[in-house]
């Protein structure tokens, strides 16, 4: 069974930070949604076993067109019966018309966009909406019977202080929400907050404080009972999400729409990041897409860079010998400092390695 990811690239406005492709033209939608399912039936029927509704920002297509490309996923997919619906929404979006629909789709999983709980820092991200309309779009979505909430959140933003962080925490956690994402802010070449930063009008925060932020995270979400079971993300027992898992434990997935990424378990393929030759290319049967077989090297490497992210950790049993020894060779040093750790034949990073993550896995990649 394979995940299912639909991109939508709809966006009311650009956010600051965001290096996603997307688009804050509407006037496409309707064509968007038809050539969506004109992809669907270019791919023929698969086992589903997730369907993640990301963007953009999905909550900007009308209901008529959500129903219309759920009913076509179900249509032409072997949907598992328990399958993990999700689908990507801003607080500002969930409106009690939209909560009143709902239950009409077969969505499951609502993860939403809160970022922060002070509204001068969603001002500066550009953001839609105000804090005050998180917690009421909660209330909103366990009304329409939604059992299963993810909430990102963002750290780090310039002159922020370790106690301003613990308030968006203390923040979320009254939520009780069944999942959390939590992502220090990035300078994205190319983004307006890139710009800002290259011109001197806002500095990132430092290291310390960063790593500060990271454990203070960590330590406060242990204690309210959820578990860390990747970099990024927190989930109460039972509720990790199943479709983003997929990604790191190397489960085939299906990418559709504008920019998607889809993996077979040996070829990578991604549509164009263009909508109008996207949508052009589907109307005409002519796809716009580019693939690329992978390596066992690239293999090696993207298992890396994806296990090692979890908290199960690399499993060593599981590479050719030959990278088995060299990730060994290479992993030393690390071992030895404490930032990995060997247990039950998986290679993990430790409390220390998590926030130099990056570093790590950069030294354990293989170049020919």
């Not at 299912?4 to 006037?27: A, E, G, N």
């Amino acid at each position: 069974m394979a995940g299912l990811y639909i991109h939508i690239p709809f966006c009311k406005s650009r956010c600051l930070y965001c290096d996603f492709y997307s688009t804050t033209s509407l006037d496409m939608r309707q064509r968007y949604v038809d050539a969506l399912c004109r992809e669907l039936d270019l791919r023929g029927k698969s086992g589903v076993d997730t369907i993640y509704i990301g963007g953009g920002t999905p909550s900007q297509l009308s209901f008529e067109q959500l129903q219309q490309l759920l009913l076509y996923i179900y249509k032409v997919c072997d949907v598992s019966p328990d399958a993990e619906v999700t689908m990507e929404v801003n607080p500002d979006d969930v409106t009690t018309a939209f909560a009143q629909a709902l239950p009409q789709l077969p969505i499951n999983r609502i993860s939403m966009g809160a970022q922060t709980f002070n509204d001068s820092r969603l001002q500066f991200l550009r953001r839609r909406h105000k804090a005050a309309q998180v917690p009421l779009a909660v209330e909103r979505l366990r009304q329409a019977g939604i059992r299963n909430i993810s909430v990102d959140l963002m750290y780090g933003f310039p002159n922020e202080t370790l106690s301003e962080w613990d308030e968006d925490i203390t923040a979320v956690l009254s939520l009780q929400v069944e999942h959390l994402s939590a992502y220090a802010l990035q300078y994205e070449e190319g983004t307006p907050l890139y710009r800002l930063l290259q011109r001197g009008e806002v500095n990132e925060v430092d290291d310390e404080l960063s790593r500060s932020m990271y454990y203070r995270l960590k330590d406060r979400l242990a204690d309210a009972g959820y578990e860390h079971y990747e970099i990024s993300n927190f989930a109460r027992k039972g509720f990790r999400s199943r479709h983003n898992s997929s990604y790191w434990n190397q489960t085939p997935y299906i990418g559709i729409g504008a920019a998607a990424h889809s993996f077979d378990g040996h070829n990578r393929q991604w549509n164009v990041a263009d909508i109008r030759r996207y949508v052009e290319g589907k109307e005409k049967g002519t796809p716009v897409s580019e693939q690329e077989l992978l390596t066992p090297e690239n293999h090696y490497n993207e298992v890396v860079m994806t296990a090692l992210r979890t908290c199960e950790g690399l499993a060593l049993d599981k590479l050719p010998l030959a990278y088995r020894d060299y990730c060994l060779k290479q992993s030393q040093a690390f071992i030895d400092s404490g930032l990995l750790k060997v247990e039950n034949q998986h290679l993990v990073l430790s409390r220390e390695g998590l926030f130099v993550s990056d570093m790590v896995m950069t030294e354990l990649m293989h170049v020919s």
